[in-house]
């Protein structure tokens, strides 16, 4: 849209705007891109998916129409992308009430980060999250980005202050904000808050499988059955062997 957009500054401009590649065009088509737009985007997205499928020297000749600007176009193209117009719905995206409800306390925190007001920064970081989290799944990986920054102007308003709350309540909000980007792993990669120094959580997953394996060496196998194991996988490895060689 914007790039489209700088080709038409007025209402007397007009230009051809040429789309490439299978990627974009299946975003564009995908009906939640597509419902998401303007209505007049939509008739124009309609009119040049129909007039696509043609021939190449038929696609050149309509291209020739457009760029003379002249009756033909005014007559044929121009009535039909109207009634487009005027038959497609905007429908916004899921979540976007959510998203306009919590621009201001996202644009308030980064002022503060910007002056240096850590503390008041995460807060209103906080608040940005909360009220993200009304868009259930639609915003929830957006919620876990400002969850993490929350974190982040925690610890380090707990750094200068020197004060440990602050910090545990800064690596809190970063623990949550690796839950909610799930199944995205950028919150998880990111590199340990500054000055942090205590040992790295375990999750819950990865909990219950160190403990499974405890559990499996302090008892659930034994010795003398490992080893047994081993030798009957031996026996059956040299009977497949000697059956390949026969049948050769």
């Known amino acids: 849209m914007q790039g489209a957009g700088r080709c038409t500054r007025g209402p007397n401009d007009w230009a051809l705007v040429i789309i490439l590649g299978k990627d974009l065009t299946k975003y564009l088509l995908r009906p939640e891109t597509h419902d998401a737009m303007e209505p007049e985007l939509q008739a124009e997205l309609k009119f040049g998916l129909q007039n696509s ?42 979540g976007s009430g959510t998203l306009a409800e919590s621009v201001t306390a996202e644009v308030e925190a980064c002022t503060l980060a910007w002056q240096g007001q850590w503390l008041e920064a995460s807060g209103r970081a906080q608040e940005a999250a909360t009220t993200l989290g009304k868009g259930g799944e639609a915003t929830r990986g957006y919620r876990g980005l400002w969850l993490y920054l929350a974190g982040v102007w925690a610890n380090y308003a707990g750094i200068l202050a020197e004060d440990a709350h602050l910090r545990l309540t800064g690596r809190r909000a970063v623990r949550q904000a690796v839950a909610a980007a799930k199944p995205d792993t950028w919150a998880k990669e990111m590199p340990p808050l500054p000055g942090d120094s205590s040992p790295e959580e375990t999750s819950p997953e990865d909990a219950a499988g160190v403990s499974r394996i405890l559990t499996i060496l302090d008892g659930g ?15 059956a490895s ?7 060689t026969s049948r050769r």
């Open 53 to 94: 499928s043609i021939e190449g020297t038929e696609a050149l000749e309509n291209v020739s129409v457009f760029l003379k600007q002249g009756e033909e176009w005014r007559t044929n193209a121009e009535p039909l992308i109207n009634d487009y117009r005027h038959g497609a719905d905007q429908i916004p995206p899921h």
């Open 238 to 244: 040299t009977t497949r062997r000697r059956v390949s």
């Open 221 to 235: 196998i034994s010795r003398p059955s490992h080893e047994t194991a081993i030798k009957t996988c031996s026996r």
